[in-house]
């Protein structure tokens, strides 16, 4: 098994993972219009206290109370015996009348914490007769005699709370004004954001069984548990992929834009730069669901590689051919828009000018194929090829059956590397000059001072394709321009160089996924003794910096992380709209330090035990994003694929390190 050459018998296998039944977090709104309060019934029916008056759930929707008044309800009580609300200064009863709760007056001692409490928001006996509070101090659990004390330091997201209340399985809901949070002894789960809220200003909460109920100024909202499992969660997000995330006839996979927010039933497909590496990462994910026997898999497997493939055939021919074996980056009917009226020279200049002073004017950046149907891409980056070799020597080991499948690969992969070994570890464009960032020759990555930032990350790239190429392809011409960049020009000690930045946090994350892959690959196929041990090495030493970032991918390659990357993919939201989220305001949170961030401004940081955030409190389209960051901009209109679930879930199942 490749894992068994990634690390040491001391280090392999730390866990094996079950990735069996567990409860995912969704969650509903409810239109009900302002609401201040909620509460749970004597029948355990669900209330709500609207502008409107006193409202029920019944049958999937609020409604107002049969014979009770209308107008905007200020508090209201619930118990075992009756409810009771106020509007204006009248009080009104269903059942008993009911009475405030009051606090008792309590000191609370855990350690080295004695509080007197003071300005207790909220409080309740749950159903084991446990007392909790919530008050400025910090939250707490009486049990008997014993209390447990908790603060930002024990891991409490936030403290200005508003409301309480426990849930049948025993875990507690806090509402305040900033989100809502669910700790179930050990672990604290924020909820902010449209993602979960209509409104962060939760003025009340309750429960029925383990659903949590939440009053806000945008309406009442709940969050449920929802039984599931991993597979499930794949079967999901693959039926998503298949109806909504597929570009033109080839399935190019990328997310989509929506026309309402949150709203999945319509929505536009759109390019990116990095249509091959995208497309690249959810095959690579196929491919494992295909060796792991999935028929489905295998054909989507394929029809990635053959999406793959029509990058490098596109390019062929026309009036601005490329040379032979250059990939495309995406592609564009020419039934639609130009791209070139947006894509401009005149754009490109002001790149250059700008933002990047080698960024390439090009002329143009997409021509059009020879039989006139399709604009194509070019400029492609390094981004790509990572991807693509990752994607291809998975393709032909695990998917590609028929000796037809498997002389495509070798075919379509031997254009590519002869392209680039052609034109001395370059990868050339149309116009015959390099692209901007497929540069992997000695000369720039060892001697160019403008280039010695992506010296380590492109060596392990040109490296490892060399390698899968000599893997697929057999072509001993691989073989001896690997052993030139090792030997000539050290290119293995240069993979050595694990980050150019100030340690966790800093530097450029797209190029941690793209090691990663290439590392993998390096691995997987190196049999010399001496350049696995630096390989190894290198990939420990990333992983060292990436660990905090509880990357199931980075920690399935790595083989390492188990139980986080187990607990990632559980996390895992199935939401994937990007909805604006916020987290600089956290209490648990602390800030980078000076010298891994780009500006005072930069809100960037990780929870007080040295993690980044979970993942379904941050947003995440692929894994190149940034986990550090804290603050998310996003409107609900852009609507991701599932593939950055699907890589490492057949991965960690394949290598035998999730089990289900």
């Known amino acids: 098994m490749f894992l068994n050459l990634a690390l040491s018998n001391s280090l392999f296998l ?42 029920v759930l ?19 009580w619930a118990s075992n015996t009756g409810v009771t609300f106020k509007i204006g200064d009248r009080t009104f009863s269903i059942g008993r009348a009911q009475t405030p709760p009051v606090m008792p007056r309590v000191s609370a001692t855990d350690g080295a914490r004695n509080w007197a409490l003071d300005d207790v928001r909220a409080f309740l006996y749950d159903a084991r007769g446990r007392l909790h509070f919530a008050s400025a101090q910090g939250a707490g659990i009486r049990e008997g005699t014993k209390w447990r004390l908790y603060t930002p330091e024990d891991g409490l997201p936030y403290d200005d709370f508003t409301s309480i209340a426990a ?3 025993g875990s507690v809901w806090y509402g305040t004004h900033r989100g809502a949070i669910h700790f179930d002894g050990e672990i604290w789960e924020y909820r902010q954001g449209l993602r979960w809220l209509p409104d962060d200003d939760v003025r009340a909460v309750a429960t029925t069984g383990t659903t949590a109920w939440f009053a806000t ?30 570009r033109t006839e080839y399935g190019y996979v990328l997310g989509v834009r929506v026309a309402k927010p949150g709203d999945a039933s319509s929505w536009t497909q759109s390019d990116s730069d990095n249509d091959g590496l995208w497309t690249s990462m959810y095959g690579a994910g196929e491919c494992f669901a295909c060796a792991l026997g999935d028929d489905r898999g295998c054909k989507r497997a394929e029809a990635a590689f053959e999406a793959l493939r029509f990058l490098g055939t596109v390019t062929q021919g026309g009036a601005n051919p490329a040379p032979r074996g250059f990939v495309a980056r995406s592609i564009l009917p020419v039934s639609g828009r130009n791209p070139n009226l947006n894509d401009s020279p005149e754009r490109d200049q002001r790149e250059r000018e700008t933002r990047d002073p080698l960024w390439k004017v090009m002329r143009p950046r997409w021509p059009v194929s020879a ?12 981004d790509e090829l990572d991807g693509h070799y990752f994607f291809y020597a998975l393709y032909y080991d695990l998917a590609a059956k028929t000796d037809e499948q498997k002389r495509r690969v070798r075919e379509h992969v031997a254009a590519l590397t002869d392209h680039l070994i052609d034109h001395h570890f370059q990868l050339v464009d149309h116009d015959g000059k390099v692209t901007r960032w497929g540069v992997f020759d000695p000369a720039n990555l060892n001697h160019n001072p403008d280039w010695w930032g992506d010296r380590a990350l492109n060596s392990a790239s040109i490296l490892s394709y060399l390698k899968a190429a000599e893997h697929i392809t057999g072509d001993a011409k691989c073989a001896r321009a690997y052993r030139t960049l090792i030997d000539q020009h050290g290119y293995a000690m240069n993979t050595l160089i694990y980050k150019d930045n100030g340690g966790p946090g800093a530097g450029n994350q797209s190029d941690d996924e793209m090691a990663f892959m290439c590392l993998y690959n390096l691995v997987k196929y190196e049999t010399d003794p001496v350049l696995l041990k630096m390989y190894r090495t290198a990939l420990r030493n990333r992983w060292a910096v990436e660990q905090p970032e509880l990357n199931p991918l980075f920690n399935f390659i790595a083989g390492d992380g188990l139980d986080a990357a187990a607990e990632t993919l559980r996390r895992y939201p199935l939401d994937r709209f990007n909805w604006a989220m916020n987290n600089s305001h956290r209490k648990d949170v602390v800030r980078l330090p000076g010298y891994a961030l780009e500006s005072r401004d930069d809100l960037r940081g990780h929870r007080r035990n040295g993690l980044v955030l979970p993942i379904d409190e941050r947003y995440v389209d692929q894994w190149n994003h940034d986990p550090w960051r804290l603050d998310y901009k996003g409107d609900g209109r852009h609507l991701a694929d599932g593939a950055s679930f699907l890589l490492p879930y057949y991965m960690g199942l394949y290598h035998k390190l999730l089990v289900e």
């Open 371 to 382: 039989d006139g149907r399709w604009y194509w891409k070019s400029d492609t980056s390094s």
């Open 58 to 76: 019944r049958g999937g929707a609020f409604n107002a109370v049969p014979g009770t008044p209308a107008g905007a309800v200020q508090t209201l």
């Open 167 to 169: 849930a049948a399985d």
């Open 14 to 55: 730390v866990a094996i993972v079950s990735a069996a039944d567990f409860a995912q977090q969704v969650r509903t709104f409810y239109p009900t219009g302002p609401a201040c309060c909620v509460a749970t019934g004597p029948g355990g029916e669900l209330y709500a206290g609207t502008e409107r008056g006193l409202m």
């Open 217 to 246: 100024k945008a309406g009442v909202a709940s969050i449920s548990e929802q039984r599931t499992t991993l597979a499930a969660k794949a079967r999901f997000f693959e039926d998503e992929i298949d109806r909504r995330h597929r």
